[in-house]
């Protein structure tokens, strides 16, 4: 199965790529900009060490037109799109980058996979920060998540829901001779992300004993572990049946980001560590009006076949476990 992997530096793309790694069969190309050290890791393979089997291209969206690559992502198998901007915070961003890869990239090499007649399967991902601000504490089905119509707090919440209503416009109005997955996901974890995101902050900040800071933490939120995202592309990716539309995934479990925080403190202390002084309200945060974030995963569990494996109870553990 030939693959081809844009946005290859991603979080989502690593630990995508981890779970292929253990396929031989799979010709995998990742389109880049930014090439990571994780890329030229070799994997363990029983008592061996087996070089990556991958290729890498340098390709930069921001500069690249589509038109120039479409045809040959179009002789893949399959298309995953990881290409997101605007995600990690203390990354600066243009708003027009942001809109250019969330939104209008995608768009557009949607349409040019039509143009070429691509008939494998496309991955893209939405957000279920397209929701917006709302006070409203309800899990969203895939249909009531498109047609949402809250005020967008910013320029990544709105380029997420452009591409999320024009695939929905797309696949109503269309006929695809490929498959397309939209998958929308919540609060995505895991050990290896981004270090200046909640998790690493809280083990990192009690290791060197520092002080920690949060935002109220009332927020309500769903959080799905990245392992259980990228097995289920790879698993959707290499099956012989036929899938085709949006899908929320994540558990139907909602937490407030503060019993999280206290979760993770309790493990911590568990473990042994001595917890440095903590505050709440000391932090504003830029998703603090989307007081309620849910969808509902029930289209997900019955035409996918899939439920999450992993707890946020168990999934917190591997950030400090064997650390």
């Not at 061996?48 to 198998?77: G, M």
């Not at 890869?101 to 557009?108: L, M, P, S, T």
């Not at 539309?245 to 560590?273: F, P």
């Not at 076949?305 to 553990?317: A, C, D, Q, Y």
Request: with cysteine; hydrophobic share 35%.
């Amino acid at each position: 199965m030939k693959i081809a992997l844009i946005g290859g530096s991603s979080f989502l793309a690593e630990k995508i790529l981890e779970q292929y790694s253990l396929n031989d069969q799979d010709e995998i190309t990742i389109y880049t900009r930014t090439k990571k050290s994780w890329m030229f890791y070799p994997s363990q393979e029983g008592d061996h060490l087996r070089k990556p089997k991958y290729r890498i291209k340098t390709f930069d969206a921001y500069e690249d037109q589509v038109h120039s690559w479409v045809y040959e992502w179009s002789r893949n198998d399959v298309i995953i799109n990881t290409m997101a901007a605007g995600v990690q915070p203390k990354q600066e961003v243009s708003s027009q980058g942001i809109l250019e890869i969330n939104a209008f990239f995608a768009i557009k090499l949607i349409e040019g996979l039509f143009e070429h007649k691509f008939n494998g399967k496309l991955f893209t991902f939405g957000s279920y920060f397209e929701i917006g601000d709302t006070d409203n504490e309800e899990l969203l089905s895939e249909q009531d998540f498109v047609f949402s119509n809250n005020k967008l707090p910013n320029t990544y919440c709105i380029s997420k829901k452009i591409l999320t209503q024009f695939i929905h416009h797309k696949h109503q109005s269309s006929p695809f001779d490929f498959e397309h997955l939209h998958l929308i996901l919540t609060n995505i974890y895991g050990k290896g992300e981004n270090e200046n995101r909640l998790f690493p902050y809280i083990v990192q900040s009690v290791k060197d004993k520092k002080d920690l800071k949060f935002s109220s933490g009332l927020q309500q939120r769903q959080f799905t572990h990245i392992a259980d995202i990228a097995k289920l592309v790879i698993k959707l990716a290499s099956s012989t049946s036929h899938y085709h539309g949006i899908y929320n995934i994540t558990s139907d479990k909602t937490n407030s980001v503060k019993e999280v925080i206290l979760m993770m403190l309790q493990q911590l202390e568990e473990k042994g560590y001595v917890l440095p002084k903590y505050e709440f309200g000391e932090v504003n945060r830029r998703d603090q009006s989307m007081n309620f974030l849910g969808v509902s995963s029930k289209k997900a569990q019955n035409e996918l076949n899939w439920v999450p494996e992993i707890s946020i109870e168990e999934g917190l553990k591997e950030y400090y476990e064997n650390n």
